[in-house]
């Protein structure tokens, strides 16, 4: 999807969420119970999806804001 040209208007919101659910896995994933299972390949594979998410979003469309700015 981050090699395309446009995306679907509202692409944007729902990668932004992704992202955010991504970001809140690595915290708990990086905090003190998991942080033995974790190896340096999981870190990167995270740090890619993440790479990827960014540059989807950056490219995407937002949806309409219909309300009054007022």
Partial sequence: M??????????KEIFI???RS???????LTGDRYTEKLNDQDL???GLA??????VIE???SLLALEDDD
């Fill in 22 to 28: 991504l970001h809140n896995s690595k915290e708990k």
């Fill in 17 to 19: 969420t992704e992202l």
């Fill in 44 to 46: 990167e594979s995270i």
């Fill in 2 to 11: 981050s090699e395309h040209a446009s995306l679907p208007l509202g692409t």
């Fill in 50 to 55: 993440e790479q990827i998410l960014m540059a």
């Fill in 59 to 61: 490219k995407a469309p």
